[in-house]
Nanobody, 121 residues
């Protein structure tokens, strides 16, 4: 089972930057896709960005050009560089990972506990 721990959230002014990190630990054979989702108060959780071990990335339209996802496969970590932040980016940001316990197992999804990002206007 993979455990995910996020860090790097906080309070920032409009136009500012933050860097989120997520570290995976535990027993697993490999991790496939890793990514970030977010959930604002009263809203559903929404996709932000994801990346594969090979470095392919996908972004939500709302963050394209402002957020950059990156990954360190050796350290099983994923980062989210956020710039030009807007008040509407305020949310709890969750890391997730698609992993399997053995080479013959199915992939399953794990989630971190979340880290708060607040952008003041």
């Amino acid at each position: 089972q993979v455990q995910l721990v996020e860090s790097g959230g906080g309070l920032v002014q409009t136009g500012g930057s933050l860097r989120l990190s997520c570290a995976a630990s535990g027993r697993f054979f490999n991790i496939n896709r890793m990514g970030w989702y977010r959930q604002a108060p009263g809203q559903q959780r929404e996709f932000v960005a994801s990346t594969t071990p090979g470095g392919s990335t996908i972004y939500a339209d709302s963050v394209k050009g402002r957020f950059t996802i990156s990954r360190d496969n050796d350290r099983n970590t994923v980062h989210l560089e956020m710039s030009s932040l807007k008040p509407e980016d305020t949310a709890v940001y969750y890391c997730n990972a698609e992993s399997r316990r053995t080479a013959y197992s199915n992939y399953s999804i794990q989630w971190g506990q979340g880290t708060q990002v607040t952008v003041s206007s």
